[in-house]
């Protein structure tokens, strides 16, 4: 699924592919905003993204859609 993460005074945000259940990764957003403490994520790739709690503005969680390829009609 796809994650796009706001952190606060960040002029972009960051964009993460990751295979996590949606009720994990809610868990995960709710302990880390909650806490203060941080929000660890790996994506798909394997690469670990680590983000403070604390300076998380939004969080879009959305499914990875395949692009279609030609005309409509």
Known sequence: MEIKIGIQ????ELSVDADIATD?????????????GLLSLTDT??????????KIAYIEVGSTAVGTVGFRS
């Open 45 to 54: 790739k394997g690469r670990t993204i680590v983000v403070p709690g604390g």
């Open 9 to 12: 005074q960040a002029p972009r």
């Open 24 to 36: 994990d990764l809610h868990q995960q957003i709710a302990e880390a905003v909650s806490s203060g």
